[in-house]
T-cell receptor
Framework: DQQVKQNSPSLSVQEGRISILNCDYT??????FLWYKKYPAEGPTFLIS?????DKNEDGRFTVFLNKSAKHLSLHIVPSQPGDSAVYFC????????????FGKGTLLTVNP | AAGVIQSPRHLIKEKRETATLKCYPIPRHDTVYWYQQGPGQDPQFLISFYEKMQSDKGSIPDRFSAQQFSDYHSELNMSSLELGDSALYFCASSSRRLASTIQETQYFGPGTRLLVL
């Protein structure tokens, strides 16, 4: 049972445009959500996070939106750059469950020059 | 800034052999997590430690054990290796002591790629 779902295995955008990566979850106990970026043969790199008490968090070109009623979050990257090309993982944790992360299967983002 | 260190980065073992993976957390981090990522899969939680005590246990086989030492580094011991254990093993660390009640960000190491032949 996949509790965190990233339904788009891949996404391709033009440099300078907006990239929108989506994530859905089923476990209503999740209260903290994170996005990680991963290059091949490297570990996941933390990008941005949001707690369940917020609906938006922004850090430079990256913004994460959380819609709790829909159990949906999205990562917006504006403007997209070729160096953003990587696999993006959505992850969620439940503070009452010792914070272990549950990951989605990832979305491969390709930003074309 | 110092990151999570994992060693070795690559490991090749035969079936039924044992392997030990090491993780050195970010300085002053008190919590360590281990994850396994199979080919084309998402990382799956194995086990975690907080202040040298086991905090949580996930889908870790009985053939595997782990511990966190007084200097906060952690080791994952894998015995009777099987072909299906071939995967990337990630360690992540966090500071639970400094985190808020619901926010605890985990920072990942580069991983150990284990190949069982």
């Amino acid at each position: 049972d996949q509790q965190v779902k990233q339904n788009s295995p891949s996404l391709s955008v033009q440099e300078g445009r907006i990239s929108i990566l989506n994530c859905d979850y089923t476990n209503s106990m999740f209260d903290y959500f994170l996005w990680y970026k991963k290059y091949p043969a490297e570990g996941p790199t933390f990008l941005i996070s949001i707690s369940s008490i917020k609906d938006k968090n922004e850090d430079g070109r990256f913004t994460v939106f959380l819609n709790k009623s829909a159990k949906h979050l999205s990562l917006h990257i504006v403007p997209s750059q070729p160096g953003d090309s990587a696999v993006y993982f959505c992850a969620a944790s439940d503070g009452g469950s010792n914070y272990k992360l549950t990951f989605g299967k990832g979305t491969l983002l390709t930003v074309n020059p | 800034a110092a990151g999570v260190i994992q060693s070795p980065r690559h490991l090749i073992k035969e079936k039924r052999e044992t392997a030990t993976l090491k993780c050195y957390p970010i300085p002053r981090h008190d919590t360590v997590y281990w994850y396994q990522q199979g080919p084309g899969q998402d990382p799956q939680f194995l086990i975690s430690f907080y202040e040298k005590m086991q905090s949580d246990k996930g889908s870790i086989p009985d053939r595997f054990s782990a511990q966190q030492f007084s200097d906060y580094h952690s080791e994952l011991n894998m015995s009777s290796l099987e072909l299906g254990d071939s995967a990337l093993y990630f360690c992540a660390s966090s500071s639970r002591r400094l985190a808020s009640t619901i926010q605890e960000t985990q920072y990942f190491g580069p991983g150990t790629r284990l190949l069982v032949l």
